[in-house]
């Protein structure tokens, strides 16, 4: 010490020859003189391969524990050389990460909780090839069911959706506590994983332990699925078979100045962008009210009508589909004469044809009365 302050020799200048018996000197008969701990992770992240040894030939890890070993901000940093120094040296002190359960279990969520910690809107870390890589072995070494959290899934599903890794997770999962986010996560990103079954299943056990509504939870759920389209039809099926009711009304809060919508899954399905397959499954259930209503006491033809005069732009990309839809309905014997004064045209057909909706009007036109195709011509010489 000099005027009252203490000089601290460098770590590089500590780790030279002749500084090597006041190192072990530090180490052994004063104890941590110098946070080593600190020292490992420094030249961890900073992919410093010759220091590290150093280190270790100096054996400042006699006493350390897994977690002091920054293997995974080695392997966010792309340092190969470096991780495999680090989990050589672990198997060395009898800490094997690929072979000890709550050692990879804790790499793994040390490895994604970088990328999910991100610093803020311009922090773009993400999901690398090593890291990717190096995930899938300690995934490999995980045994039984941990708390890994849905967002480090979605890390991994979001950089690689094919990603072997992804599989791997989720066989380790327990999605007890938490199946919603997972399975929202899945339906967006790999609706076709047969682990959304397994958590579609939970959601709804879920549901009926806790909810104080569980028929109208059901029913949010049913319309969340029905509104993918067909991505994820096949679903729509198993909450139908679940007990989810085909002609629920359930009541859609709108804008404050806005009156409140009510619409049964046959809505559901008719609802942009569309889904045929749904459509199917719901107009097959034994129990299904063709003549359900909406809030204005219109049946789902009439009102998809409705939604399509209101917003014709948002359907033209999607009207062969919503021909399809219509054929559908009128096929499984939906009414198709539209109440008046809903219409000032006078009828459904010869309104679609003054908006030159050709795809729309074509199925009905087969279940047109004459009185109405004479509507339709002149609804199109107009």
Known sequence: AAGGRSEVLPFEEMLRPENAEVLDLLLHDHGQAFDVVVAVHRTAAEGKLAVLRKLFDARVDVNFD??????????????????????????????????????????????????????????????????????????????????????????????????????????????????????????????????????????????????????????????????????????TKVLLDSGAGPNYPLRLEGEPSAPARVRTPLFHCLELPGSPESLGHVLRHPKVDLDARSEGDLNVLQQTVVDVINDPFAYLPHLRLYGRLFAELLEAGVGCQAPRPAFLAGTLLSYLARLELAPLVLPLLAYSTEEEAFSLVLGCSD
């Not at 910690?117 to 890291?131: K, L, N, Q, V, Y």
């Not at 999605?175 to 076709?192: A, E, Q, T, V």
């Open 66 to 235: 897994h977690k002091a070993y920054p293997v995974a901000v080695a392997v966010q940093n792309g340092h190969r050389e470096v991780t495999q120094l680090l989990t050589d040296r672990m198997e060395t002190v009898g800490l094997p990460p690929y072979s000890t359960s709550h050692i990879a279990v804790y790499l793994l969520l040390s490895l994604f909780r970088a990328v999910d910690s991100r610093a803020g809107p311009h922090d773009h870390t993400e999901m690398t090839p090593f890291m990717l890589e190096m995930g899938s072995r300690f995934a490999a070494a995980v045994d039984g069911l941990h708390p890994i959290p849905w967002q480090f899934v979605e890390d991994v599903v979001v950089a690689d959706p094919a990603h072997p890794l992804i599989a791997q997770m989720l066989q380790h999962v327990d999605i007890s506590g938490c199946p919603g986010p997972y399975f929202d996560m899945l339906m967006r990103y790999d609706p076709h994983n047969s682990f959304i079954l397994e958590c579609l299943k939970a959601r709804l056990d879920q549901i009926l332990d806790t909810s104080e509504d569980p028929e109208r939870e059901k029913q949010t759920l049913l319309r969340t699925v029905i509104k993918e389209g067909n991505r994820i039809s096949f679903l």
